[in-house]
């Protein structure tokens, strides 16, 4: 079964504006990641928060986190066409393997310009 | 560095016939991880090999096996092939030291595996 659950599952914006996508997961994890996938290809690394973190900023993006909520959420400012893709959450599970991720269904972003 | 490599990118196989692909590594990463992505299941965890051995296992038949060899690539097998398995396979590559928590994992573009 999937940890990772995004909401919403499709988001359409025009660009400059800002996307915000969610995250639930159901087990205390150690990290939580955001991943981006153009259609159909590989999965490209965005930024990776731990558990004890609240907050983090790389470029356009802020990602925060609630473990008290088991929620994270990422946002992406001054939205431009290339960011349309999916974004996927991926949680490694306290305990257990980081290097066996659970992933999201993901949110399908689309960037209208 | 190039990035991580996998081949053949698309794949046409009929029911019954086994499949391999593989997957080779970033240079110097020693993990390598294999997921199933389809759009009803979405992204799905296959396995993991690090130096030559597999370390985590995910809920796959049998039917799905890997290996790893000694310069890291890695390839997955999946024998008597079902409609089911079409899907993205894709894998990733990490450094692999678990005392590392935020080891991060770079994937390839993914192997586009159509089962007739």
């Known amino acids: 079964s999937q940890q990772g659950e995004e909401d919403p599952q499709a988001l359409s914006i025009q660009e400059g504006e800002n996307a915000t996508m969610n995250c639930s997961y159901k087990?205390?994890?150690?990290?939580l990641q955001w991943y981006r996938q153009n259609s159909g290809r590989g999965l490209v690394h965005l930024i990776l928060?731990?558990?004890?973190?609240r907050e983090k900023h790389s470029g356009r993006l802020r990602v925060t986190l609630d473990t008290s909520k088991k929620s994270s959420s990422l946002l992406i400012t001054a939205s431009r066409a290339a960011d349309t893709a999916s974004y996927f959450c991926?949680?490694?599970?306290?305990?257990?393997?980081?290097?066996?991720?659970?992933f999201g269904k993901g949110t399908l972003l689309t960037v209208n310009p | 560095k190039a990035g991580v490599t996998q081949t053949p990118r698309y794949l046409i196989k009929t029911r019954g016939q086994q499949v391999t692909l593989s997957c080779s590594p970033i240079?110097?990463?020693?993990?390598v991880s294999w997921y199933q992505q389809t759009p009803g299941q979405g992204l799905q965890f296959l396995f993991e090999?690090?130096?030559?051995?597999?370390?985590n296992k995910g809920n796959f038949p049998g039917r799905f096996s890997g290996r790893q060899f000694s310069n890291s690539r890695s390839e997955m097998n999946v024998s008597t092939l079902e409609l089911g398995d079409s899907a993205l396979y894709l894998c990733?590559?990490?450094?692999?030291?678990?005392?590392?928590?935020?080891?991060?994992?770079?994937f390839g573009p993914g192997t586009r595996l159509t089962v007739l």
């Open positions: 090999y690090f130096s030559e051995t597999q370390r």
């Open positions: 240079s110097g990463h020693r993990s």
């Open positions: 087990t205390s994890i150690n990290n």
């Open positions: 990733a590559s990490s450094l692999g030291f678990q005392r590392s928590s935020t080891d991060t994992q770079y």
């Open positions: 928060i731990r558990s004890n973190e």
């Open positions: 991926a949680t490694d599970r306290r305990g257990g393997s980081n290097y066996k991720l659970t």
